[in-house]
């Protein structure tokens, strides 16, 4: 008996069963890619932007509140006229992502996330078709690579779909039932979708307006009201959206975004964000979409150009039953209709422009990397119509068996081997759909991983200065060395601006500068040599600083400059004028004291032997090592100083070893384990001591009067 209810139990819910299995797959292989694929998040930024929202809202925070303005502000954070900081984006994403940190981790909220995706797709198509099609479409978006790839990834279109989806779901409910609560939950979801990204709500929710205005043709009492709650509900959501305007930016009609930058939004005509700005014109904006969309059908879609055949054969009988019967299931229409919404809607928004990177280049921009993650919504509607399609080529090919094949037996173990060799068919081009845009973040995640290594075990305590290979922002790149709201956390992060300001801000931490060799680009699978160096801080009357600085065989002259904001010197040393010799170490001394650098060991060339320091300072020492010919490479060496009531301050120097010397700077780092052979670069600091300053000035003053005569 029990074993009869249960197999009633699994006929009468396979379908269910089945979309929960895939709803639970959905969220294991999401987090799976989110853990292995993206441990340091994607090329997309804007993650870390979303991941310390989240962290401000744990905290109750909407603003940041830095210590040091211009040494932490993270990538896409406005700052608002009280000084506080806050993000370009709206709130609700990074809610979600909360969720999943006070469940045990942030990737739970990626898992879940999926998981009610799949779950929601598979109960709107039930809902527009039948059971058996839900289940279908359920397995399509999880074969989908633009599903998979962005929901694993901070980012708001998986979020902002389940809004979409749960709107989607309780409209349609409402709709068949006519109950006030679906239609209230619908109206929450679709306000709450407007408040996360109010222009994808917009278009996801217009079929639906559609909808809701033809039914309300004949004033009927039941249908009013259904929408009527509905609407008001979801104009609460855009009336939540206008008040957390006007607390950010201070107006209701004045969103993040344009804060941070007035003309990057929808339209076309001029637009801009921070230094990048483009004509966007209705024929480039036509030329985009079109682009985007073949990419989207041809590689993000389940199986790709397959998929994209099988969804359109689905889209085919919706409009052979409406054009046979000159009606169809307003559901089905409803579906159909974001393909033209979302299609449309998007050309009007110059960011398909900026996922595309180069035109003139293939697999080119973060759409290789991530997929035109602004059609999000419409793997909906092609999930479900792909479904659609498999469905009516199946009642095609059973019908036409059933005349070539009279014998049941024979026609069931043929259909087994259709089925098998279609699934196959099917797999084969799914698979390596997903296979090329893994690979590729794949190459990236590796470049990262060397890069972030030494970051990886600095101890709790600890400060670390972080370089700007892309402006002076936070979490841009580095988006997986954010800071706590509090900017107290285990580990603090701060830029290369006003460092004294932070280390006083922060006086019991131990101090560490992260620099690295090699260009910043991840795309390329060139991975950096970074570095990890410990930094003192050392403060006395005077401080001073010796190098040792290797000079490889073959090195015919050595010229100095040491230059500061007010000033600058220069110095020179041969196998003539100093007991340097080459092949061997130059071991030049800069004292600091009195407002004044000086350095010891080296001759000057000028009178100019000294060079004046500001009350904060970062002094250039640039050596540059000539082989003849002008050929040879640099040292340079950037030590921050400050002076207050007559005591000088010192950090550790940044060492680079420049090859080329017009290409000093962040991307130059000195490595000690990826130098030259005949390269090195070290040094002591220390506070200086007053009577041995002295007697090398004497010392100096001799050298020097002997070089004139």
Request: net charge neutral.
């Amino acid at each position: 008996m029990r074993d009869g209810a249960g197999r009633q139990f699994l006929r009468t819910h396979r379908y269910r069963l089945a979309a929960a299995a895939l709803a639970v797959a959905g969220a294991l292989v999401v987090f799976l890619l989110a853990t292995r694929l993206f441990p340091y998040h994607s090329l997309n930024h804007d993650e870390g932007v979303y991941l310390q929202q989240a962290a401000m809202l744990l905290d109750g925070q909407l603003f940041l509140y830095p210590p040091v303005e211009e040494a932490y502000r993270p990538w896409f954070f406005v700052r608002a006229p009280d000084g506080g900081l806050y993000p370009k984006y709206a709130p609700v994403a990074a809610a979600m992502f909360a969720v999943g940190k006070l469940l045990g981790g942030y990737r739970l909220a990626l898992a879940g996330i999926a998981a009610g995706n799949v779950a929601l797709t598979y109960a709107l198509t039930a809902a527009a078709f039948d059971r058996k099609r839900g289940v279908l479409a359920a397995a399509f978006l999880l074969a989908s690579p633009l599903f998979l790839v962005d929901s694993a990834a901070f980012l708001p279109y998986a979020p902002t779909t389940l809004l979409n989806l749960s709107f989607a779901v309780a409209y349609v409910h409402a709709q068949r039932t006519g109950s006030r609560r679906s239609a209230a939950a619908a109206g929450l979801a679709v306000g709450a979708a407007f408040f996360a990204r109010p222009y994808t709500a917009v278009l996801f929710a217009t079929p639906f307006v559609l909808h809701a205005l033809w039914t309300l043709r004949t004033l009927d009492r039941e249908p009013i009201l259904t929408q009527a709650t509905t609407a008001v509900l979801g104009l609460c959501g855009v009336g939540v959206a206008l008040g957390y305007n006007a607390v950010t930016t201070g107006s209701p009609f004045v969103f993040p975004y344009q804060a941070f930058a007035p003309l990057d939004g929808l339209g076309f005509g001029q637009r801009e964000i921070l230094a990048y700005s483009r004509q966007y014109t209705p024929e480039l904006a036509l030329r985009v979409n079109a682009r985007v969309l073949a990419l989207l059908f041809g590689e993000w879609v389940a199986a790709g150009p397959l998929g994209t055949l099988l969804a359109a054969v689905g889209v085919g009988g919706l409009l052979r039953s409406l054009y046979r019967r000159r009606s169809a299931d307003w559901r089905r229409l409803v579906l159909a209709g974001l393909f033209v919404s979302v299609a449309v809607g998007n050309v009007y928004f110059w960011g398909n422009l900026n996922v595309l990177g180069d035109l003139g280049r293939a697999n080119d921009g973060l759409v290789a990397y991530l997929g035109p993650y602004y059609h999000f919504d419409l793997l909906v509607p092609t999930a479900a119509f792909a479904a659609h399609g498999v469905v009516l080529l199946g009642e095609r090919g059973r019908a036409a068996s059933q005349s070539w094949l009279p014998d049941p037996d024979r026609r069931r173990r043929v259909g087994f081997v259709v089925v098998a060799v279609c699934l196959l068919v099917f797999a084969v081009p799914a698979a390596t759909a997903l296979a090329e845009p893994v690979r590729r973040n794949a190459e990236v995640t590796g470049t990262y991983r060397q890069a972030y290594a030494p970051v990886d075990d600095v101890p709790d305590g600890s400060l670390v200065f972080l370089p700007t290979p892309y402006g002076d922002w936070m979490n841009h790149p580095f988006q997986a060395l954010r800071n706590d709201p509090d900017f107290d956390g285990d580990v603090v992060y701060a830029l290369r601006e006003r460092q004294f300001a932070v280390v006083d801000a922060h006086p019991q931490r131990q101090l560490y500068r992260y620099t690295y060799r090699g260009v910043w680009a991840p795309t390329t699978g060139e991975a950096v040599t970074p570095r990890l160096q410990p930094v003192e801080h050392v403060s006395g009357d005077r401080v001073r600083l010796d190098l040792r600085l290797g000079i490889p065989s073959g090195v015919e002259r050595v010229s100095i400059r040491l230059a500061s904001e007010h000033g600058q010197a220069y110095y020179v040393t041969n196998g003539t004028q100093s007991s340097v010799e080459r092949g061997t170490t130059l071991t030049p001394s800069l004292v600091v004291g009195d407002g004044r650098a000086r350095l010891r060991g080296v001759t000057p060339v000028s009178n100019a032997t000294t060079v004046p320091v500001d009350e904060r300072d970062e002094l250039q020492l640039t050596a540059f090592a000539d082989y003849g010919a002008g050929s040879g490479f640099s040292y340079r060496v950037e030590l921050p100083t400050a002076t207050e009531d007559g005591r000088t301050r010192a950090l550790s120097p940044s060492l680079e070893h420049c090859d080329r010397p017009l290409r000093c700077g962040d991307e130059a780092a000195y490595v000690p384990e990826a130098a030259d052979r005949g390269v090195s670069m070290d040094y002591d600091l220390y506070v200086a001591n007053a009577t041995a300053e002295a007697g090398d000035a004497e010392s100096a003053a001799v050298t020097a009067a002997s070089a004139a005569s």
